[in-house]
């Protein structure tokens, strides 16, 4: 009987051996799941850089932005040579992936559509833009409300493009083409809501007290659309 004990394992070594098990594998699978993460972040960044640089090549074609996709089909929506759904001279939607040819920018890695707005001079068919057209005034900040106060990153992009991240908030889904929950936190609602500011900041999780945050966001300034259009003899 005593030999017997002696070659077993009690209840609470088992339990102790289990748990020590779980820690080791809980320190192997954070870390892993950071990376992947972190992976999924910086695809998303490479894919927008990609579609800023389509954007500038649409333009180039053809002397115009596209307008957003305001129906969810992937074509940019237009009515009567200018963007179908215009609002303070700003057209918001998705970004018109079938337009500008990108099938492999329908959604982001996280299944949503890539959010695209447009100051609307900059999309029109029956007046095209010159380097008289001044007017791009979409703002992009570091935190909701901070652009007024001559913080913005920029305060003259001619178009916005973002991927509201891995928690969707205020997304369309790419598969069901159904809207997401809104966002929570203000710096994410203003992603959403249709006006001329946007925010681009660190990342931040739920808790923190600037608010939960992992949009990702670009943009095309003006005078880089200038630049290169002026540059492939477009201009003026």
Not at 56 to 82: H, I, M, Q, S
Not at 120 to 148: K, M
Not at 172 to 197: C, H, K, M
């Amino acid at each position: 009987m005593t030999m017997r004990r002696a070659c077993g394992f009690t209840l609470i070594e088992m339990a102790v051996a289990v748990f020590i098990i779980a820690l080791l594998l809980g320190s192997i699978l954070v870390p892993l799941t950071t990376q992947v993460e972190q992976r999924q972040i910086s695809g998303t960044e490479r894919t927008l850089d990609e579609i800023r640089e389509v954007l500038v090549g649409f333009a180039l074609v053809n002397g115009y932005l596209p307008c957003p996709d305001t129906d969810n089909d992937g074509a940019e929506n237009v009515t009567a040579n200018r963007c179908s759904s215009i609002s303070g001279s700003r057209s918001h939607g998705n970004l018109p992936f079938a337009t500008l040819g990108l099938a492999a920018a329908q959604y982001d890695v996280w299944g949503n559509r890539f959010r695209y707005a447009v100051r609307e001079d900059y999309a029109r068919r029956d007046t095209v833009f010159s380097l008289s057209t001044t007017s791009a005034d979409l703002r992009v900040c570091p935190v909701q409300g901070s652009c007024g106060g001559g913080q913005a990153l920029t305060s003259s992009a001619v178009a916005v493009i973002l991927s509201h991240g891995k928690n969707g908030y205020g997304a369309t889904s790419g598969i069901a083409g159904t809207t997401n929950p809104s966002a929570s936190s203000n710096d994410e609602l203003e992603n959403t809501d249709a006006d001329r500011d946007f925010v681009h900041r660190t990342h931040s999780p739920v808790g923190s007290s600037a608010g939960e945050y992992d949009d990702i966001v670009t943009w095309l300034p003006l005078y880089s659309l200038f630049n290169r259009m002026v540059a492939a003899g477009k201009l003026p």
